[in-house]
């Protein structure tokens, strides 16, 4: 009988211990994106432009390892999200008119991968879009504050260039990428919640 009675308690320990396990696996996913963000600030501190890591996708890394960290949804929603129009932007005007540089390919192909882990695990909420585009505003802010106005970083000082003959006022030009961002975090938050919809335990959590 006295065994029995202590091997009760042994059995919910190990119990305890194989749920916890994955739960610490999952939050240390969160020291890849912290890396990525880290390896961009040491190549900006370089070069002198460390206004650039106020970029949605850049920022983006520093946000999904703190979600990660403390296991917050909405934060990991907000992070993955952006991941994917930061993986096309850059592409498109840092990869093919600058090359490719290490630190850049580690935080967004690295982003990326570490987004689709994180969001297989904790699901996408279609509202998240919302969070997600709050998040933007909230970034353009810092960006217009607190960056040189000559990196226009996060679009937050001027028209980009090859525009200027289509917007006569940076605000026309401002309302119009607000509303398309608006339009393309929408249906990313869509698609991405048709794929991996939110576990019905973190329904009140997202």
Known sequence: MQSAGLTEPLRNNKSLVSIK?????????GVFPLVFFFAQAV?????????????????????????????????????????IPGFVIWFRFVVLEWGLFFSSVLAHVGGILV????V????????????????????????RLFTAADLNVNLSHRIQPG??????????????????????LWLLAYLLARLWPTPMSDVDQG
């Open 21 to 29: 396990r994955p739960d610490v696996r999952f939050r240390l996913l």
């Open 43 to 83: 190549h900006y501190w370089q070069i002198q432009q460390l206004g650039h890591m106020l970029w949605m996708c850049n920022v983006g890394d520093l946000l999904l390892a703190i979600g990660l960290f403390f296991r917050q949804p909405v934060l990991i929603r907000i992070a993955v999200i952006w991941m």
């Open 115 to 118: 987004s689709i882990v994180a």
């Open 120 to 143: 297989k695990k904790v699901g996408m909420d279609r509202k998240a879009w919302q969070y997600a585009f709050g998040w933007y505003l909230l970034i353009q802010i810092l960006s």
């Open 163 to 184: 525009f200027e003959r289509v917007f006569s006022a940076y605000w026309q030009f401002w309302l119009t990428v607000a509303a398309g961002t608006a339009i393309v």
